[in-house]
T-cell receptor, first 113, second 115 residues
């Protein structure tokens, strides 16, 4: 079975500061990992995904995430927060068996001017 | 390409009323999904359809029915709405034939309020 844990339902950072959103997963098989962003009153958009190969994955809007198998983690980072980064962020896992995605409960990011 | 579209965008129902949420995708994806999103609970899968002609229950199917009308369309029906079904509903699609590493594409959501 797969599951996703996002530590911190709310994260606040100052504009220009490092953004770190945490995601840990549980999977009995090698996982595929995703980060999505949701702006207010919108659907989810893909930020980045890890499938195979390089463990540091770069996504849109300057975000990146690193897959660490030993820590079962896939944390999302951005070196310098921008006001437009304020949104809800979801981590998700898909396994190479079955058809389902498993989402974390989300982290709301606030950027303080 | 419109991607994934959902109608209506917003709906208010009284307890016991029925309604159908519509979803369509124009990306020729074989798999489609219905989720509900509630504060603090993330997205929970209601039903999914791996391919045309098949549907399966997800995590929270009670009180809902689905129909995979054709490859493009996947509808969600509430037969007798309850206040606990007040939520934001998202439809998604995915090209599962290309592999389980493929992402899901989401519609803009339907906001449902049941009084």
């Amino acid at each position: 079975a797969q599951s996703v844990t996002q530590l911190g339902s709310h994260v606040s950072v100052s504009e220009g500061a490092l953004v770190l959103l945490r995601c840990n997963y549980s999977s009995s098989v090698p996982p595929y990992l995703f980060w999505y962003v949701q702006y207010p009153n919108q659907g989810l958009q893909l930020l980045l995904k890890y499938t195979t190969g390089a463990t540091l994955v770069k996504g849109i809007n300057g975000f990146e995430a690193e897959f660490k198998k030993s820590e079962t983690s896939f944390h999302l980072t951005k070196p310098s927060a921008h006001m437009s980064d304020a949104a809800e962020y979801f981590c998700a896992v898909s396994a190479n068996t079955g058809n389902q995605f498993y989402f974390g409960t989300g982290t709301s990011l606030t950027v303080i001017p | 390409n419109a991607g994934v579209t959902q109608t209506p965008k917003f709906q208010v129902l009284k307890t016991g009323q029925s309604m159908t949420l519509q979803c369509a995708q124009d990306m020729n994806h074989n798999s489609m999904y219905w989720y509900r999103q509630d504060p603090g609970m993330g997205l929970r899968l209601i039903y999914y359809s791996a391919s045309e002609g098949t549907t399966d229950k997800g995590e929270v199917p009670n009180g809902y029915n689905v129909s995979r009308l054709n490859k493009r369309e996947f509808s969600l029906r509430l037969e007798s709405a309850a206040p606990s079904q007040t939520s934001v509903y998202f439809c998604a699609s995915r090209d599962l034939l290309a592999g389980v590493q493929e992402t899901q594409y989401f519609g803009p959501g339907t906001r449902l309020l049941v009084l």
